[in-house]
């Protein structure tokens, strides 16, 4: 399990593998964290939209997919990392000036 929050673990996953879609986002924060359940799944999409709404991540791409929402039929949205997000990540040492 991480040592990070989940909202600095998703904003490392998101800079570290390029933009991606929530439902991905969410199954490797679930798998890290050793969570599951809708409570924890609703919980990181949750978070990734207060990380949208602060302005770190930007919405790439979005989508209606049954296959990929369990069948049910609900938003899909594309995360990237912003410039402001990569600022935010060095100044609180999330990631390294250097990159």
Partial sequence: MPDLPIKGYILQLVERNGPQWDYDITAEVLRAYGLSGRYWYGTVRL?????????????????????????????????????????????????????
């Fill in 47 to 99: 978070t990734l939209t207060d990380l949208f709404s602060g302005g770190l991540l930007d919405e790439l791409d979005s989508t209606v997919d049954l296959d990929k929402s369990s069948g049910e039929e609900r938003l899909l949205v594309k995360f990237g990392l912003n410039d402001f997000g990569r600022t935010r990540m060095v100044q609180t040492g999330l990631l390294e000036a250097h990159r």
